[in-house]
């Protein structure tokens, strides 16, 4: 499996962006998908998470109401939308994947992406 996170960038607080994350190597559609997010001197922390067919979804908290995750599995792709970002929200982003919702919003998938920048300012 491979995974390529893109839609990082510079926002203003408030702003939106956009991430995406293309999977390749194997049935998309067998594997739950996530996203964590990690700053520096801290650990790597959950953000949202997916089912197989999209029809479950999971949120921290701190994200709920805010950010919406979803999935196209005829595109292969997973799509991390951040709505009324904070300065609090930047971060490098991840996508991972594994065939398992405990695993994926555990941190324990087998899978990661190589991360994507996220960075909101005043």
């Known amino acids: 499996v491979q995974l390529q996170a893109s839609g990082g960038g510079l926002v203003q607080a408030g702003g939106y962006l956009r991430l995406s994350c293309a999977f390749s190597g194997r049935t998309f559609s067998s594997y739950v998908m996530g996203w964590f997010r990690q700053t520096p001197g801290k650990v790597r922390e959950f953000v949202a998470a997916i089912s197989w067919s999209g029809g479950n979804l999971y949120y921290a908290g701190s994200v709920e109401g805010r950010f919406i995750i979803s999935r196209d599995n005829a595109e292969n792709t997973v799509y991390l939308q951040m709505d009324s970002l904070k300065p609090e929200d930047t971060a490098v982003y991840y996508c991972?994947?594994?065939?398992?919702?405990?695993?994926?919003?555990?941190?324990?998938?087998?899978?990661w992406g190589q991360g994507t920048q996220v960075t909101v300012f005043q």
């Open positions: 991972t994947a594994d065939q398992g919702v405990a695993t994926v919003r555990s941190g324990s998938g087998r899978y």
